[in-house]
């Protein structure tokens, strides 16, 4: 009965995963073996086990990964994606994040500047950092049509708080002035509180003319570029190469 009332309120407290290990310890015989405090010390483990795992299963759910699976433990090093593993050893300790240094991918289509843009944010999301992805036009669209409705400040604020953006596909399109501003806005508020992954094809030296206003295009990849960790692949379309398969 003391147990039942027990279960019953942990249930009531939303401590479900505590009371399963109670339970579980009950059933087991040889748990008698161990103290008190080795068994309470289980039974906490479990519920904090449940609850990191939740909150990284939510942290990667909101962070819309384009490339869901990709991890950092599967990257490919062949020598013809000019990919410097002893960069990619460094970056994946993700201490960057707290230096406040951007991160730029860039190669030609298809060589897996997406995918390895997720893996580093699925590496943050399972360190505990909210991350965002967005294609560029898409979310620079949203921020205009925000200005319409005026929410625009609120989802520039909803950004700055990310420990991560994650922009994909930057240069597909020409900016023109609004979306220069906007997107100078987005590195100015990022300034000292977040990051950003950019992947791109266009190699950073010729993103300046992407840009409609050439003095916002200067006071925003001074933002984004100084400092910045740059990994330029190169090599033929893997995409190419799994059709053929």
Known sequence: MMTN??????AEMRLNTMG??????????????????????????AEWRSRYNAKID???????LRCSSACLEDIDF???????????????????IADYRNLLITGPCGVGKTWIASAFGNAACRLGKRVATYRVSRLLDNLRMARSDGSWGKLLATIKKLDILILDDFGLDRLDATHSRDLMEIAEDR???????????LPVIEWHEVFDDKTVADATLDRIVHGSYRIELRGPSRRARFNDN
Do not use: C, H, Y
């Not at 020598?79 to 201490?95: F, G, T």
């Open 191 to 201: 300034e000292n509180s977040g990051v950003m992954i950019i992947t791109a094809q």
């Open 20 to 45: 399963e290990e109670l339970v579980r310890q009950m059933e087991l015989p040889a748990m008698a073996a161990l103290s008190f405090e080795e068994r309470f010390g289980l039974v906490v483990d």
């Open 5 to 10: 009332q027990t279960l019953s309120k942990l």
């Open 78 to 96: 062949s020598a013809e994606r000019n990919l410097d593993k002893a960069l990619v050893a460094r970056l994946s300790d993700m201490s960057w």
């Open 58 to 64: 939510r942290l990667l759910k909101s962070a819309k």
